[in-house]
């Protein structure tokens, strides 16, 4: 159902890269809801050519940028205000990849080369967009920035290995950002820490599936699937939450705030 919480909004939207993205839910819920806006990956992810799909389903123009790079991004944001005809109020931020997960390299023999890469895409690449986004003033009084996040950042998960170290440094911009870009244009910046959710990143972080399945037993309302986080996002990009800024929210049905449940326990007995 649509409420017309984003008409007359314009905005930014990166990760896109197939059905499954998290990023995709979100775009085809804000066009629902009335928004328009770009769409960006990195080139490669152009390449395989889905993100057209869904640019015409929501009559989004694609700009690629490979979020590492200030260049690419000061072009996003440059060609985004002309495209849309005007400063945005809203961006997604929604990029994440670790070459030492993808490569199966443990915590304890990290290759510090990959590291560089899986924090500059995985949270540098955060503070980028809002510099250049600062810089050009590119973003409208009241508007809102949000980035996928996970709980790994807090507590330890052994299989997100150093992912967990570039969550943890994304949540920490969008607090020292958020207090910055607050004070000086009221925009408001926040982290969204989701559910173990089906997607390409997802599915790459070794023993997807049992973890999955722990997460959805643990949890009293189960798993946040992609659709309901898209729901949530397009709060946070609305104007109903114009106060929350600098938060880290948790999105995944109670797992954060859950010991053990019940059907964990009798899993366990069961053994
Ligand atoms: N899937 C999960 O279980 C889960 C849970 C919590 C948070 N998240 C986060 O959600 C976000 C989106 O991931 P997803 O699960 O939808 O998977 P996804 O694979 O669909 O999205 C990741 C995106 O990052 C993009 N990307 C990678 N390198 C890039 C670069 N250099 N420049 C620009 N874009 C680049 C990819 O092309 C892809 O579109 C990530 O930040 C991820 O960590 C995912």
């Known amino acids: 159902m649509a409420y017309g919480l984003l008409k007359g909004k314009r905005g930014i939207i990166s990760g896109a890269l197939n059905e499954s993205s998290i990023a995709w839910k979100i775009a085809q819920r804000a066009h629902e809801e009335g928004a328009t806006f770009t769409l960006t990956n990195a080139p490669i992810a152009m390449r395989m050519g889905e993100i057209r799909q869904l640019a015409e389903q929501t009559g989004a123009e694609i700009i690629p940028a490979d979020a590492t790079s200030v260049d690419d991004i000061t072009n996003l944001f440059t060609k985004s205000q002309e495209v849309l005809g005007g400063k945005v109020d ?35 690449s955060f503070h980028k967009m809002l510099q250049t986004a600062y810089k050009l003033d590119a973003i409208n009084e009241w508007g809102s920035v949000v980035a996928l996040t996970y709980m790994a950042a807090q507590r330890t998960f052994p299989f997100y290995t150093d992912m967990a170290d570039a969550k943890a440094m994304l949540e920490s911009i969008a607090r020292s950002f958020g207090y910055r870009y607050g ?42 699937t992609a659709d309901q986080c898209a729901d949530y996002v397009i709060t946070l990009f609305s104007d109903l939450t114009r106060m929350v800024t600098m938060q880290n929210l948790f999105h995944d049905g109670g797992f954060s705030m859950t010991g053990i449940s019940e059907e964990v326990m009798e899993a366990l007995t069961k053994k």
């Open 90 to 124: 809203f961006v997604l931020h929604s990029i994440g990849m670790s070459p030492n997960i993808r490569k199966g390299k443990a915590y304890t023999d990290l290759n510090y080369e990959w590291l560089k890469q899986t924090l500059d895409i995985s949270a540098v």
């Open 183 to 224: 004070k000086s244009h009221k925009v408001r910046i926040n982290t969204v820490s989701q559910s173990p959710t089906q997607t390409t990143a997802g599915g790459g972080i070794g023993g997807f599936d049992k973890f999955f399945d722990f997460a959805d037993k643990t949890a009293p309302l189960g798993n946040a």
